[in-house]
């Protein structure tokens, strides 16, 4: 058997002009979480790990019920999501810094 691929899964671009684009807004928070999951992607994936460890450590996941389930994961989206802003802060901040550092000197 042969493998392929549809013209649609083809023609996708990930560029960030046309999520904006096709989101219809130009700065939406939305937006920008999902550039700032791409740009820090690996920090926030380390923060997540460590967390589902944490989870997993903590709670007996597998006994619980739906709504705790619910509630747990939602705990854990917000707190991926804190990461990832203030992952972009913190290089925002750093990157002030430099320049005022620079345009002492």
Request: with cysteine; proline share 0%.
């Amino acid at each position: 058997t042969s493998f392929t691929s549809t013209s649609a899964c083809n023609n996708i671009d990930t560029s960030s002009a046309s999520v904006k684009a096709s989101a219809g807004v130009s700065s939406s928070a939305s937006v920008k979480t999902l550039q700032y999951l791409s740009k820090h992607s690996l920090i926030v994936f380390l923060c997540a790990n460590v967390l589902t460890g944490v989870v997993n450590m903590s709670m007996k996941t597998l006994y619980m019920s739906d709504v705790a389930s619910i509630a747990v994961m939602s705990v854990y989206a917000f707190a991926v999501t804190v990461v990832a802003w203030l992952a972009e802060y913190v290089s925002v901040w750093r990157s002030n810094a430099k320049r005022n550092a620079d345009s002492e000197l």
